[in-house]
């Protein structure tokens, strides 16, 4: 790559840097085996829950991204304070995120540990290595990383991860060749009449519009060293993280659709999604695609194992200081959850799915504060008031996580 070429791409990703770490957060395992199962069991046609969440995740990261540089403060900070009740909803979001993300860190493990169990697998014809060795080695080297990272080292590792998923499923898809037309003529809008239709819906919306991204975006902004001058870049990384999210769980749906749809396959956990590809694409694009999700659900472990220090670091207005003792002692405990996949009794593709629902039925919570909070006075001054379509724009996303809210409840309740 020409030095001139290099550097352009190295100052576009360095613009992004708080894009690409929630890229990396949200297009995680969870994401791939939601996108997956939708379109191997549906087609594409749950393909507008994704252009429309990823539009909503759009305006909800601007919104949040926007709020927070105008005050110099993080979204529970600002919630806690400037809204009526708001120390009691503020505990309520940190409490149910820091629940939902755990939930999740043990089903993306579990997928992960799977997943490199089956990488070897092929690689070595037909050596096992324990599931729990994979997870120890695994954690060992992020223990490691967190003791002695910080925030700039966690961008660049994730920058790398997203780059490795993003550039595996785009190889993937062109090898397995999927029927463009039955794509195409599946993306027309419609919620099957299927209970597991509404429950895929809720998980959807919740991997791609998720709660903790926008509460997770006002910190991130702060850490790169953003402020009120910097709007402009804000709007501009929100577009390209929301494109980018739609990019990606586009191709992992219309893959699954393609063929394994066409083919009159269902597919009920990321693993068989392997020994489903592997006839298809051959023993190549079975190692690309677990090298893709590995690196899916690397890129998520990041931010969820830093979600709990930097959250109570939200709420109380502290520094965030990553190798302070409190710090460590939290990231610890939330590696610890890792191990959690080897005592399920069912696969961990199940409680992904369901954290990933739990996701959306927290999004109202998140979605309502940051609309309050843009129209506030006090805080925002005249000069950076919500605007006509911004308010609309949030009016929308607030009705949008009420409908999936009650997608998550009739699904899984």
């Avoid at 749950?46 to 305006?59: G, K, P, Q, R």
């Avoid at 954690?139 to 991860?161: A, N, R």
């Avoid at 219309?254 to 051959?282: C, Q, R, W, Y």
């Amino acid at each position: 790559m020409p030095n001139t070429l290099k550097k352009k791409v190295l100052i576009f990703l360095g613009a992004i840097g708080p894009g690409l770490f929630l890229i990396g957060y949200n297009i995680g395992t969870g994401s791939v085996t939601t996108m997956a199962k939708a379109g191997a069991t549906y087609g594409m046609t749950l393909f507008w829950a994704i252009v429309i969440s990823c539009i909503f995740t759009y305006i909800l990261m601007v919104a949040y991204g926007k709020t927070t540089l105008v005050t110099g403060k993080t979204a529970l900070f600002n919630i806690k304070t400037e809204l009526k009740g708001g120390k009691w909803l503020a505990l309520y979001i940190m409490a149910a995120l820091i629940l939902g993300e755990l939930l999740a860190l043990i089903g993306i493990m579990g997928i992960v540990a799977d997943l490199v169990q089956e990488g070897i697998r092929l690689l070595t014809n037909g050596t096992m290595i324990a599931k729990e060795w994979i997870i120890l080695v695994f954690i060992f080297f992020l223990s490691i990383l967190f003791w002695y990272g910080k925030y700039k080292t966690f961008e660049k590792v994730l920058t790398i991860f997203v780059i490795i998923m993003a550039l595996s499923f785009v190889v993937v898809f062109f090898m397995v060749a999927p029927d463009m037309g039955m794509i195409a003529s599946g993306m027309i809008p419609d919620i099957p009449d299927s209970p597991d239709a509404f429950g895929l819906v809720a998980a959807m919306a919740g991997t791609t519009c998720s709660a903790a991204v926008f509460i997770i975006r006002s910190t991130v902004v702060l850490e790169k060293g953003w402020n009120i001058n910097n709007l402009k870049d804000e709007k501009r990384d929100a577009f390209v993280s929301s494109f980018m999210m739609l990019l990606i769980s586009g191709l992992i749906m219309a893959v699954a659709a393609g063929t394994l749809h066409t083919m009159g396959l269902k597919l009920d956990n990321t693993l068989e999604l392997i020994s489903l590809f592997e006839p298809i694409g051959g023993k190549v694009a079975a190692l690309l695609l677990i090298l893709g999700i590995t690196g899916a659900g690397l890129s998520t472990i990041f931010p969820i194992v830093l979600i709990a220090p930097w959250l109570i670091s939200d709420y109380s207005n502290k520094p965030r200081d990553i190798q302070s003792t409190p710090f460590r002692v939290l990231i610890v405990i939330g590696l610890l959850f890792a191990f959690g996949s080897l005592f399920l009794e069912h696969s961990p593709t199940i409680l992904m799915v369901f954290s990933m629902a739990f996701q959306a039925a927290i999004l109202p919570a998140v979605a309502i504060p940051v609309f309050l909070l843009l129209n506030k006075k006090g805080i925002m001054s005249t000069k950076y008031l919500a605007s006509l379509p911004m308010n609309i724009g949030l009016i929308i996303v607030i009705a949008f996580s009420l409908v999936t809210t009650y997608f998550a409840i009739k699904g899984f309740f």
